[in-house]
Nanobody
Framework: QVQLVESGGGLVQPGGSLRLSCAAS????????MGWYRQAPAKQREWVAT???????TYSDSVKGRFTISRDNAKNTMYLQMNSLKPEDTAVYYC????????WGQGTQVTVSS
């Protein structure tokens, strides 16, 4: 069983930055494929970014060039650095781990508003 806990969300003005964290349980974090997803009100959950167990990264077109996904295997933690935030980035952000099956965190709210 893998437990995931997100943190770092909050209220930020357009153009601002936030860094989200996802702390994972387990002794084989380095083997997990990790990802960030988000869900805005009245919309379906959408994929944001992925980092593989080899630290290969991919991004959705909507965040490419603004967001950076990373991981620290020594700390069992994944990050999402979000820069140049826009109101349309407002959503609940979820982290996901894949190892034999998928695991989800409980989410953290990000609100971009002036």
């Amino acid at each position: 069983q893998v437990q995931l806990v997100e943190s770092g969300g909050g209220l930020v003005q357009p153009g601002g930055s936030l860094r989200l964290s996802c702390a994972a349980s387990g002794s084989i974090f380095s083997r997990y494929v990790m990802g960030w997803y988000r869900q805005a009100p009245a919309k379906q959950r959408e994929w944001v970014a992925t980092i593989t167990n080899y630290s290969t990264t991919t991004y959705s077109d909507s965040v490419k060039g603004r967001f950076t996904i990373s991981r620290d295997n020594a700390k069992n933690t994944m990050y999402l650095q979000m820069n140049s935030l826009k109101p349309e980035d407002t959503a609940v952000y979820y982290c996901k781990a894949i190892y034999l099956r998928a695991y989800w965190g409980q989410g953290t709210q990000v609100t971009v508003s002036s």
